[in-house]
């Protein structure tokens, strides 16, 4: 299926050279003289660009934009402008236009734009698609993925979630384990109550037992008054204890003790407390090697083993990442005020190529530092870490053979750097140093010389990838 072009004018022969233009490029065209004729034709047919003169009696090119606001809200607009209305084209940018392009028109110029508002429209299409997925997700909890393997971590969440049952849950660090502890915690008849979460391995071993247990009034020095440990604070709701393996030796004795008798001794205090307490633990260590090494009880171990979770790492979900994406941009959104709407497939090529070794954390990271850098509406590649487009596989060196003219060299370079970024001129023009219309002569000339050499009996060259012209 092609991509669809409304183009807009009340001067027939700049409507049908248009017309046939872009019909040359691979594109479905329809025409319209006005911009009643306009919105009629576009609500009837749904294109996915409209490309529109501004100055046109009667409804113009501006009134066809605010109309179009309220009934294609996703299809970019593209204002033809001579120089004596450029101030107008600029307000119709701030109402929601995609670009203006003046006139006389440089067909260049034209195509870019042209593969941009596309690209665009790709991206805002993907974003409608991810919004409902994420939409029909495991409702009540944070917990997003649509991966095989993920949707066997849903099901045991909620087999588990109803119970009463201790959980660990283990996996990569960075992989949302606290994340699955809440979901667990939400989806369970305590979820009204307090959900509160401890890491083992960030407190001080010397402190640690008084945020468990708390302490008592001049229990030591700087107790001067009592403090409720956490075991307390999540009376009647649930405990979430990251990184249970790095809970000192010495203390896991007492923490079984806490689960079998369901009874706390705050530091100092005489008196046993009772507690109704549902415990969640997480770890990224091997805990029946901490065993064998002798770093962690084995009664303790099967005391909390009673169900298991295990969440794999994001590589191992690669399908998640443009849902996991969308999340952290809508997250961030609210809170900078911006309003990103997508990622360019480019960049998200990028991000489901990267190896993640921190996880989903990196991921969030990711998206938080691209949120910061982006001006407009689609993060791209530049927005991105640059080690992390280093490290992608086709990023590997291009070789060639010595001995080859300078001008060979060159050609294979420019050919390799457009496929490398999908067939756009555009940001293989910006990667190259070059200007766009530097890059479109040399492709021009490089299919030319393919076309000569077929002529002449010899093998031809592929031409470039024209981009946009036919959907993927």
Not at 97 to 125: G, Q, Y
Request: charged share 30%.
């Amino acid at each position: 299926m092609r991509y669809r072009v409304l183009i807009v004018d009340d001067e027939a022969d700049s409507r049908d050279a248009l017309a046939e233009l872009t019909q040359r490029w691979g594109y479905d065209v329809q025409t319209a003289s006005d911009g009643t004729e306009a919105l009629r034709r576009a609500i009837e047919w749904h294109p996915d660009v409209i490309l529109t003169d501004l100055v046109m009696p009667n409804m113009d090119g501006l009134w066809l934009l605010r109309a179009l606001r309220a009934e294609l809200p996703d299809c970019p607009v593209v204002l033809l402008t001579g120089r004596g209305t450029i101030q107008t084209a600029v307000q119709a940018i701030r109402e929601g236009a995609f670009d203006f392009i003046e006139k006389p028109l440089e067909v260049p110029r034209l195509r870019i734009v042209l593969e941009r508002a596309l690209e665009k429209k790709e991206t805002m299409r993907e974003v409608q698609l991810l919004r409902r997925r994420i939409a029909a997700l495991a409702p009540g909890t944070d917990m997003i993925g649509t991966a095989p393997v993920m949707q066997k971590v849903f099901e045991l969440v909620k087999k588990v979630a109803p119970s009463t049952a201790s959980v660990v849950i283990s996996g990569e660090s960075g992989t949302g384990k606290e994340v699955v502890a809440r979901a667990i915690h939400n989806l369970s008849p305590r979820k009204d109550k307090p959900f509160v979460a401890l890491n083992c391995g960030a407190i001080p071993a010397t402190l640690i037992e008084s945020e468990l247990f708390g302490y008592e009034r001049g229990a030591f020095t700087g107790a001067e008054q009592r403090r409720l440990g956490n075991f307390e604070l999540a009376h009647n709701g649930t405990l979430f204890l990251d990184e249970i393996g790095e809970l000192p030796l010495e203390l896991q004795a007492k923490f079984l003790r806490v689960l079998e008798e369901r009874k706390i001794r705050r530091l100092g205090g005489r008196a046993e407390v009772e507690i109704d307490v549902r415990v969640i633990c997480a770890t990224n260590r091997d805990l029946k090697e901490e065993i064998r090494r002798g770093r962690f009880r084995e009664d303790l171990y099967f005391r909390l083993h009673v169900f298991t979770i295990v969440l794999p790492p994001l590589k191992e979900r690669r399908e998640d990442i443009p849902l996991l994406v969308h999340h952290f941009i809508e997250k961030f959104n609210g809170e900078t005020g911006k309003h990103v709407q997508g990622v360019s497939p480019p960049a998200m090529s990028v991000l489901q190529g990267y190896a993640w070794p921190g996880n989903i954390r990196e991921l969030r990271n990711t998206v938080e530092r691209a949120m910061i850098l982006v001006d407009g509406d689609v993060i791209g590649e530049e927005h991105l870490p640059p080690d992390m487009q280093a490290s992608r596989p086709e990023a590997a060196t291009l070789r060639v053979p010595l001995g080859i003219p300078i001008e060979k060299v060159e050609k294979e370079y420019i050919l390799a750097s457009l496929q490398r970024n999908g067939g756009n001129k555009a940001r293989t023009a910006e990667i190259l140093g070059i200007s766009e219309k530097t890059l479109y002569n040399k492709l021009n000339r490089y299919a030319a010389e393919a076309r000569t050499r077929a002529g002449e009996g010899g093998e031809p060259e592929p031409e470039p990838a024209a981009g946009a012209g036919v959907k993927a």
